[in-house]
């Protein structure tokens, strides 16, 4: 199946085959056709599946055709919930939209000064990229008009529940035209979604594709035991060193551990920065740049501030700390891997952890399969029986893992 044969206008195929893209990905296959028909959609689909472009796609070719009323209020709304993807969706609608003239695109984030956001808005757009939060403040001062909205698109719409956004969200849709298109997007579909989008779409096609408990066959997992901080440090050191890791995002729970960690790794002579939160805008933004040029070959980072970054070059994800949720788990991996690539993700795991692996496996229905090093083996004697193939000298890396699952290696 082509771009072509899903009925996008012929500037928008040209520019996705220039940006190297040859045919739709599954979910783009379910989304396009049914946006462009008008309907509202509730999607789930995993990571780097490609669902950026299954909306913006229809969404470039809804402004090829022209508005009924006049006036310079957008006529589409991507509401995200961090900054990182607002700039991923932002880059997105430039590069598939650039063919068709004047298309503006605004971002609209916490963190960017207030005079530089209104002069934005000032010009017009026809496509913003929003937080909720910022988007409503802006809404409230006057100077975003949605009455000539047309499509809305919610995108992680569980992590801006996750978040804290629900209110903000009920306040923007309520300025909205009613006969607008909504289309959602999800991790999951049930729950506070399936309350959510009972309340804001009209009668919505459900589309689940590759949704977060299938497996990411194109991503090859393992774990490694770690018997404390020192132990973990040495595996990391080991993981790090291996050529083929081209870019890596190793995850940390908390701002702090990110920051201490990154210190560590540049004294061992690693190119790496940390990502967190707490960071000023342009120095979020000088982190990102510094890792889509390659001048940085690791990342610290925290779940949130991580979310939506989409780096070609990332060979490897690393849980330096297991996240608590396992759905996080299938988002961190997700950053590896992308556009079917093929990806490692890597979990150090440490004795206490053992709820947490059970609870990942079950959530994906995939086993986590052990793996060893020689010279770093963990000392705890229920951990430490790797299968032969498993086993290798510190000196060498290896991305098999022993096959067997964390339940096996009990």
Avoid: W
Avoid at 196 to 215: F, H, K, V, W, Y
Avoid at 287 to 316: E, F, K, M, N, P
């Amino acid at each position: 199946m082509s771009f072509e044969s899903l009925g996008l206008a012929a500037p928008i195929c040209q520019a996705v085959a220039a940006a190297g893209y040859t045919a739709p990905t599954p979910v783009q296959e379910r989304v396009i056709p049914e946006a462009l028909e008008g309907r509202d959609l509730m999607v789930s689909s995993q990571t780097g599946s490609g669902k950026t472009a299954a909306f913006m796609l229809p969404a470039l070719q809804l402004l090829t055709e022209p508005h009924a009323a006049n006036g310079r209020g957008p006529r589409v709304l991507v509401l995200v919930p961090t900054r990182e993807l607002s700039l991923q969706v932002t880059k997105a609608a430039e590069t598939y939209g650039r063919r068709l003239g004047r298309v503006r695109t605004v971002s609209i984030v916490g963190g960017m000064p207030y005079p530089v956001q209104n002069r934005l808005l000032q010009a017009g757009a026809e496509i913003i990229v929003a937080t909720p939060g910022r988007l409503l403040d802006q809404m409230q001062s006057g100077r975003v008009d949605l009455s000539r909205l047309q499509l809305l698109v919610l995108d992680e719409a569980d992590r801006m529940l996750d978040m804290g956004f629900k209110d903000d969200l009920e306040a923007i849709v309520a300025r909205m035209p009613a006969e607008r298109q909504t289309v959602l997007f999800s991790a999951t579909l049930d729950g506070n979604i399936a309350r959510l989008a009972g309340a804001l779409l009209r009668n919505p096609a459900r589309i689940e594709i590759d949704s977060s408990r299938t497996r990411h066959e194109n991503i090859a997992q393992r774990m490694h035991f770690a018997d404390d901080l020192g132990h973990k440090n040495r595996l990391l050191d080991h993981v790090l060193r291996d050529a083929e890791v081209n870019q890596a995002i190793v995850f940390t729970a908390t701002k702090r551990a990110a920051d201490e960690l990154a210190l560590d790794l540049h004294s061992k002579g690693y190119a790496v920065a940390a990502l967190h939160g707490d960071m000023n805008q342009g120095a979020r933004n000088r982190t990102l740049q510094a890792l889509h040029r390659g001048r940085l070959r690791v990342l610290v980072a925290t779940d949130v501030a991580a979310r939506g970054i989409d780096v070609h070059g990332i060979s490897h994800v690393i849980n330096y700390d297991l996240p608590r949720q396992a759905e996080d788990y299938v988002h961190r991996i997700g950053r590896t891997g992308r556009a079917g690539r093929s990806g490692i993700a890597i979990s150090l795991v440490n004795p206490r952890e053992h709820a947490q692996v059970r609870t990942i496996e079950r959530y994906t229905a995939q086993p986590i399969p052990v793996s060893v090093i020689e010279g770093l083996e963990p000392k705890v004697r229920a951990f430490a029986k790797p299968s032969g193939p498993s086993r290798r000298p510190a000196g060498r890396s290896s991305g098999k893992p022993s096959g067997r699952s964390f339940r096996s290696g009990r």
